[in-house]
């Protein structure tokens, strides 16, 4: 039990911006076994953003609630996934070959492609939510936090990771565990889905699915197998492609 609070406090440090003890028990292997709670990282990214949207609905326009459970969510992550996806963009928009597209995605400064893709993507999280009937939008939060971030898990598994961790700008990342941490990881991905028209369910997953699975083969085939920046990249696509098919849903059924 206590392995796996400290596999759990491990996912906790590394995802978030959480506090965790000092004396946390650190190594490569309850690294690499912590992405079986990242899903459930959605869980506590997503209820903190729903939270919020949830109580200032009252108080301030839907615009302003929407914006700032956003930015709630990236603070308690330290941008971490965004961060991922900005440098994604300027890798894979400017590189050209491999060894190019892993310089720029280490170094940390943002380009043109990353500054216009982080842009994008945070407009079309907004917006998407926006579109979403303001009941829905806590359950929505929850749902496409958790279920995007099983995306990444499953590249994990079916991967490689395409460079040494000692080239990397800043922590190592998770790999490949044990087959019951992908189990608990998919369980964590899905439970919250039970609460989501079953319609919606069917179809959304599977456009995951085919997303990841383009995603992965792209990454590939120009680097070999992913990275942390893909892996945030996978996550934040996923998200506001989960937003989309939710706005979508909503306005065919209405």
Known sequence: MRKQLHIFLNAIMFYTRIPVPKNLPYSDELLNRSTRYFPFIGWIAGGIGAAIFYGLQFVLPPELAILLSMLSTIFVTGAFHEDGFADFCDGFGGGYTKEKILTIMKDSRIGTYGSVGLIGMLAA???????????????????????????????????????????????????????????????????????????????????????TFIFRNYTG????????DCLGALQQISEVIFYLGWVAFQNLTA
Do not use: C, Q
């Open 125 to 211: 999280k907004f917006m998407s939510l926006h579109a979403i009937n303001t009941v829905t939008v806590p359950l929505s939060m929850l749902a496409g936090h958790a279920l995007s971030r099983l995306m990444p898990v499953l590249v994990i598994y079916t991967s490689e990771y395409s460079r040494d961790n000692a080239t990397s700008k800043s922590k190592p990342i998770g790999k490949k565990g044990k087959t019951i941490d992908l189990l608990v990881a998919i369980f964590f991905g899905l439970a919250l889905l039970v609460f989501v028209p079953l319609t919606f369910s069917v179809v959304i997953i599977p456009v995951l699915l085919v997303t």
């Open 221 to 228: 085939a120009k680097i070999g197998g992913y990275t942390g």
